[in-house]
């Protein structure tokens, strides 16, 4: 073992602790945080691939564990806020749904939407609740807000169904980009994760992220095109057509609709604008993550 100059007290010890360990015949493992922005040590997630699949399986069976309705949670939740969403935005408001019926209209954009609430929820609270496993067992910690963020296509897949028997039942047929639909709803988890990422790391030293998170969902749904279509913005407010679309959850929905329900232009813009934006916040959000994760166990 080399003994450096920065520490010289620290390698003398360690150094110590070796030969002891070697004289009695024990192997010593040490486990010491990544050495720099870029080692993200990737590797060790497929290594750690089964406790992945165990907290994603355990996220979902605890969610609807001692629940009088179970998984049906999953399609209650938007069913109801699109019944919402038709009685005030469609027959009050009267905003228009491109030519589709309104409910469809709705229900297809709080899919993704939900799907992205919910796990950017799960994902920003992932390294605090996980507190008692943080500080027992070494794993790479990163494996706790994909997995939080991974659980929620159980409930995607359940409210799709949903979706289909609606589809069927007002005649609407998907056009040929319901092959990308895969794509979109990837989109929309590493929309999720990206921003998750940042949010994980800084619920860690300040808990107020916790209470921010809900309220920022919120406010995030009524600035995403859910209740309406992104073309009634670009129409009305031409100027601020740009910076709309910096929201990456435009490029998400409005993908999903043209996937989903036959609308005839593809949304190109905001979805190159969506994967641009949320592949930035993902590397930002991935080198914050691992910088700061030497420090969870001491502070959460």
Same mark, same amino acid.
């Given at each position: 073992?080399?003994?450096?100059?920065?520490?010289?007290?620290?390698?003398?010890?360690?150094?110590?602790?070796?030969?002891?360990?070697?004289?009695?015949?024990?192997?010593?493992?040490?486990?010491? #945080?990544?050495?720099?922005?870029?080692?993200?040590?990737?590797?060790? &997630?497929?290594?750690?691939?089964?406790l992945t699949y165990f907290l994603i399986w355990?996220?979902?069976? &605890?969610?609807?564990?001692?629940?009088?309705?179970?998984?049906?949670?999953?399609?209650?939740?938007?069913?109801?806020?699109?019944?919402?969403?038709?009685?005030?935005?469609?027959?009050?408001?009267?905003?228009?749904?491109?030519?589709?019926?309104?409910?469809?209209?709705?229900?297809?954009?709080?899919?993704?939407?939900?799907?992205?609430?919910?796990?950017?929820?799960?994902?920003?609270?992932?390294?605090? $609740?996980?507190?008692?496993?943080?500080?027992?067992?070494?794993?790479?910690?990163?494996?706790?807000?994909?997995?939080?963020?991974?659980?929620?296509?159980?409930?995607?897949?359940?409210?799709?169904? &949903?979706?289909?028997?609606?589809?069927?039942?007002?005649?609407?047929?998907?056009?040929?980009?319901?092959?990308?639909?895969?794509?979109?709803?990837?989109?929309?988890?590493?929309?999720?994760?990206?921003?998750?990422?940042?949010?994980?790391?800084?619920?860690?030293?300040?808990?107020? &992220?916790?209470?921010?998170?809900?309220?920022?969902?919120?406010?995030?749904?009524?600035? $995403?095109?859910?209740?309406?279509?992104?073309?009634?913005?670009?129409?009305?407010?031409?100027?601020?057509?740009?910076?709309?679309?910096?929201? #990456?959850?435009?490029?998400?929905?409005?993908?999903?609709?043209?996937?989903?329900?036959?609308?005839?232009?593809? #949304?190109?813009?905001?979805?190159?604008?969506?994967?641009?934006?949320?592949?930035?916040?993902?590397?930002?959000?991935?080198?914050?993550?691992?910088?700061?994760?030497?420090?969870?166990?001491?502070?959460?």
């Amino acid at each position: 073992m080399a003994v450096t100059e920065r520490d010289p007290e620290l390698a003398s010890s360690q150094f110590q602790q070796t030969l002891l360990a070697s004289e009695v015949g024990i192997s010593v493992i040490r486990i010491e #945080p990544s050495g720099g922005w870029l080692s993200l040590g990737l590797r060790e &997630i497929w290594a750690y691939r089964e406790l992945t699949y165990f907290l994603i399986w355990r996220d979902v069976k &605890i969610r609807y564990k001692q629940t009088a309705i179970g998984a049906a949670w999953a399609v209650l939740q938007p069913l109801l806020t699109m019944v919402v969403f038709t009685l005030l935005f469609n027959r009050i408001a009267e905003i228009p749904s491109d030519g589709l019926p309104y409910p469809l209209f709705a229900f297809t954009a709080l899919l993704p939407w939900s799907f992205f609430a919910g796990a950017l929820t799960r994902c920003s609270a992932s390294v605090v $609740s996980q507190s008692n496993l943080i500080s027992k067992v070494y794993f790479p910690r990163l494996i706790l807000p994909i997995s939080a963020a991974v659980s929620g296509i159980v409930d995607f897949a359940i409210a799709f169904v &949903i979706l289909i028997i609606m589809m069927v039942w007002y005649g609407v047929a998907p056009n040929w980009g319901i092959v990308l639909l895969p794509v979109f709803l990837f989109l929309g988890l590493m929309a999720a994760l990206s921003i998750g990422l940042w949010l994980a790391s800084l619920n860690v030293r300040y808990r107020d &992220i916790g209470h921010a998170v809900p309220f920022l969902v919120q406010i995030w749904m009524f600035v $995403s095109p859910v209740a309406y279509s992104a073309s009634l913005v670009t129409e009305k407010w031409q100027k601020w057509q740009f910076l709309y679309s910096l929201n #990456p959850m435009v490029g998400v929905i409005e993908g999903f609709r043209w996937a989903l329900l036959g609308q005839a232009h593809p #949304p190109f813009y905001p979805v190159l604008l969506s994967v641009v934006i949320v592949t930035a916040l993902f590397v930002g959000g991935l080198l914050f993550f691992k910088r700061t994760e030497q420090d969870f166990a001491d502070v959460v």
